[in-house]
């Protein structure tokens, strides 16, 4: 049986826009594991219950059961040693943890300031009070508030991406030659940004724009593929 | 004959800053090599136009002529493989390089706001003109002027560590289990503000700082003896 991935969907269950499903997708076509994807949406936890908690990703490999984009990678990584390496040995995946932690704490902060309403707008009508609430808690101001002013936000947002664009100039992928789990950790927070707005958080003559069109290439275009509303 | 360094150093000639330098000190601490350091001042370009540019780090290592941190980290690594590696291969040298640029664009500026009045306070005479000069220019105010809000400033910096905080909440060294030169890279920056200044760039309580004291034990101490103001 192919490996199952619980996948955050919107209103049409094709969109598919979370970043950290993202991470898992691109690991198991860079693993070229055979999976399928079942559609979930922010408030139905029943039907992820039996994995103890309440997130996605969560993935169904024979008998394991795992959530955590991170611990869904180590996974495959342990459980398929012999498909291309997700961390390229100790080091890689070391230093991978801190690709993750930028992302967490600067790209997706980042990208979330730009786009929120947008991720809102595509949400099924069960998950948009769901949503709309807890965000507008988390920011303490209106979703509408929060992006009012992106195209004034999304200068600094460029700007924070230094680190990755000044890697960028030196080597095709965060990786080195070919790309790895530490490419595919933030090009799921690009991919979030794609599938669920038009709103341009990237200019075009951007380094790190180019990079991310080569994995939208990878695995014969199969992020490109996917159900978006941005370029 | 030991591997030469080329050392920035101040007015006491055993005070070494530069961030730079201490990446090269400790990966050649790292690989076991013999070395020895010559100080250098910023302004004493004729001492090193041999090598065909005007900066530190630089190294002779027999015929080689190699200045610059990244580029002589790669030199150590190809030319003693058999010595403990620096990078932990391909992906682990691709991650360092993301590393270094997160390193360039935020910690160093970071530190550099909090601390540059004491770095010029503790050059030698000839080099206090020309580091006023440039700095002032590049900052477009007095180094009084940088360094007044640093007390509010360093908050902000303290924030711009969470990527770091957070991948040393979980793993001891950035490079995993051990240290390696993604964390020579990093800890450059601290040691720079240690061995200039008196103030407080970290608290005591925080992670980074435990990582920092772990990397001042290691080789015998090596940057823990090293001529500093701060602890």
């Known amino acids: 049986m192919p490996i ?21 997708t691109m690991a ?15 408030t139905d936890k029943p039907a992820i219950a039996f994995s103890g908690q309440g997130n996605v990703p969560l993935i169904i490999d024979g008998d394991a059961v795992v959530p955590d984009s991170w611990e869904i990678a180590r996974h495959l990584e342990a459980a398929y040693p012999d498909r291309p390496s997700l961390f390229g040995g100790p080091a890689g995946h070391a230093l991978s943890q801190f690709i993750a932690n930028w992302t967490d704490t600067v790209v997706h902060p980042g990208v979330a300031r730009l786009i929120l309403l947008d991720i809102h707008d595509m949400l099924a009508e069960v998950d948009k009070a769901y949503f709309r609430s807890s965000r507008e808690a988390r920011y303490g101001r209106s979703l509408e508030a929060v992006v009012a002013d992106r195209d004034v936000q999304v200068i600094e947002f460029r700007k924070s991406l230094s680190p990755l664009r000044r890697t960028l100039d030196r080597q095709p992928f965060i990786a080195g030659e070919h790309p790895a789990f530490a490419d595919y950790i933030v090009f799921g927070a690009f991919q979030w940004a794609r599938t669920a707005s038009t709103f341009a958080v990237l200019t ?11 994995l939208l290439d990878a695995f014969d275009g199969l992020a490109r593929a996917t159900p978006s509303r941005g370029e």
Do not use: M
Not at 12 to 23: A, G, M
Not at 204 to 214: A, I, M, T
């Open 4 to 24: 199952q991935l619980y996948d955050l969907a919107g209103a049409d269950p094709k969109r598919r826009f979370s970043p950290n499903c993202w991470r898992v």
């Open 28 to 42: 198991l076509a860079h693993k070229g594991l055979a999976f399928e994807t079942i559609p979930w949406r922010f």
């Open 204 to 214: 075009p003559d951007d380094p790190v724009s180019h990079w991310r069109d080569r």
